[in-house]
């Protein structure tokens, strides 16, 4: 179960098996370009992480946004945006309506993020030979805010969540 209470709204998703019938679509007058391009650039959290989302399809995950020399990885970025995104969070079309669809507004604000592991820096020496190439972190980054400058993001392995804010 995830569990998000930091947010202005707190909810839940429970996992259950998903529904066989279509995925939910919305009609839009967005196309894939426009709302894909809302996560690129960097954000940070409260407590200092900077996620990098680089139109590239790469990623940097840095443990501390003042100091992107140490303690961070990179690597290429599986990314899913809109209904893509929810099929492959296995979240049921029911549940993005009922849970996430007043909070993000739209189904184009939700993304899956497969951040695949190819370097690892720690301590100032490089680690990457000591990561398993299969490994990815797997996040649900929800978008919102006015201007479309907050998420939250959830940490798929773990439930844990962030709270972040794009960088200028």
Not at 92 to 109: A, H, K, P, R, V
Not at 127 to 155: C, H, P
Request: proline share 2%; with cysteine; glycine share 4%.
């Amino acid at each position: 179960m995830i569990q998000i209470t930091d947010i202005e709204m707190p909810f839940a998703v429970c996992a259950k098996e998903r529904d066989t019938g279509p995925p939910f679509k919305r009609q839009t007058m967005l196309i894939k370009e426009d709302y894909e391009s809302l996560i690129y650039g960097k954000w940070v959290s409260e407590n200092g992480t900077l996620f990098e989302i680089s139109e590239d399809e790469r990623y940097g995950f840095y443990m501390d946004k003042n100091d992107t020399s140490d303690y961070y990885y990179k690597g290429p970025l599986t990314l899913l945006a809109g209904a893509e995104a929810i099929e492959d969070l296995e979240i049921t079309d029911e549940e993005y309506i009922q849970l996430f669809d007043s909070y993000t507004e739209s189904e184009y604000y939700i993304f899956s993020l497969k951040m695949h592991l190819e370097t690892l820096y720690s301590e100032g020496i490089d680690k990457s030979d000591t990561l398993y190439r299969e490994d990815y972190y797997y996040f649900m980054f929800m978008i919102w805010g006015e201007n479309r400058d907050r998420a939250t993001v959830v940490n798929m392995s773990d439930n844990s969540t962030y709270n972040v804010s794009r960088l200028e």
